[in-house]
């Protein structure tokens, strides 16, 4: 995961495959749980974090067990504030080292000279130099609307097997403003279909469950800053399937499953009148992904972390024809889920310095 990579011989040696052979990576992450655990509750309980990178616990990876692993013998740490006092801690580190950040530019382009140099960016109309560019743009973004070269120097990742690609599935969301506290209700809520494995075939055929699995954030039972007194900010994430799989979100269906979503979660976790004290809700759906993040067929996770687009097989983090540009983010080596992109931030500020 910390190892970056630059041409097989970083991946294809003695040591690295004798690792990847000790992880038996081979097995589904399903099928390794339930080797070692017999209740079939539990099986599900712990395969559902593999949904936290878009992928079937079903036909993911092994490796993957590596989620409820880290959860179990580390714990989680919790950041007063959420996840954005991270980002702007991140911030607040970058403009420490020197960093400026300009808001409100589209990058156009990245304009490349002889197929294999970056010159610069086309940024609102405009053009900018630069010696180096990380793209954290989603991969595929990146590739097809960004890199206007000739398909030569994309190498493998011409337009083609970029939409041949397998995408991650994506999640339908609600941020709530409830003017309540639901004092019953904990930190993190994982409620499961009834039939698991189906309600997962369903996400990855494209159908819409009709006895969805949903996750339920609520920071407000041990964080105030979160909502005004005696209320909550929640949070519901429903897995469902990508664009490529499901397209079908007009307004109508987006209201209609809000709803129910609503109804099933207030039933099933009895929280008491939650429809009637919903004071400000907000919700992304899989064209939220695509339009507001760029990301390919709205998967909010990129490309799906499958055997055949992990490790060395996912695209890496510096381009392989183009000697200055390097990538970060979901769809590139090492993978999705925060941390993991972190990582891929880290492994790519790493081969700019050992270009410089």
Not at 63 to 73: A, K, S, V
Not at 315 to 335: C, E, M, Q, R, T
């Amino acid at each position: 995961m910390y190892q970056s990579f630059r041409g097989p011989r970083d991946f294809f040696n003695l040591k690295t495959l004798w690792h990847a052979y000790q992880l038996k990576t081979f097995s589904s992450s399903y099928a390794a749980i339930k080797k070692n655990i017999s209740s079939t509750n539990l099986q599900y309980l712990m395969s559902f974090q593999t949904l936290y990178i878009g992928i079937s616990p079903f036909n993911g990876p092994s490796i993957y067990n590596i989620i409820p692993m880290i959860e179990l013998i580390y714990g989680v740490w919790f950041i007063k504030g959420g996840m954005f006092q991270y980002a702007k801690a991140l911030e607040k580190r970058f403009i420490e080292l020197g960093g400026q950040i300009v808001y409100q530019a589209e990058v156009q382009e990245i304009a490349v000279s002889d197929q294999k140099h970056v010159t610069g960016l086309k940024i609102n109309e405009e053009f900018k130099t630069a010696d180096a560019v990380v793209a954290n743009a989603d991969f595929p973004y990146t590739m097809t609307n960004l890199l206007g070269v000739a398909d030569k120097a994309k190498g493998k990742y011409k337009q083609e097997k970029i939409e041949k690609m397998d995408y991650s599935m994506s999640c339908f969301l609600l941020y709530l403003g409830v003017d309540k506290k639901y004092d019953e209700l904990r930190l993190h809520t994982i409620k499961m279909a009834s039939d698991f494995e189906k309600n997962v075939a369903d996400i990855d055929h494209g159908i819409l469950p009709e006895d969805p699995s949903f996750y339920v954030y609520n920071p407000s039972v041990i964080d105030d800053t979160f909502a005004p007194d005696n209320q909550s900010a929640l949070y519901v994430l429903v897995p469902v399937a990508n664009l490529k799989e499901n397209n079908n979100w007009d307004k109508e269906q987006i209201d209609l499953f809000a709803e129910k979503i609503i109804a099933k979660v207030e039933n099933e976790l009895a929280l008491e009148g939650l429809s009637r004290h919903i004071v400000y809700k907000n919700i992304y759906t899989p064209k939220t992904f695509e339009s507001r993040y760029n990301s390919a067929f709205g998967s909010t996770f990129g490309l799906k972390p499958t055997l055949k687009q992990s490790n060395y097989f996912r695209p890496h983090n510096k381009h392989a024809k183009i000697d200055n540009l390097y990538f970060a983010g979901a769809s590139v080596h090492p993978g999705a889920g925060v941390p993991i992109v972190i990582t891929s931030g880290e492994l790519a500020a790493r081969e700019v310095m050992k270009d410089n």
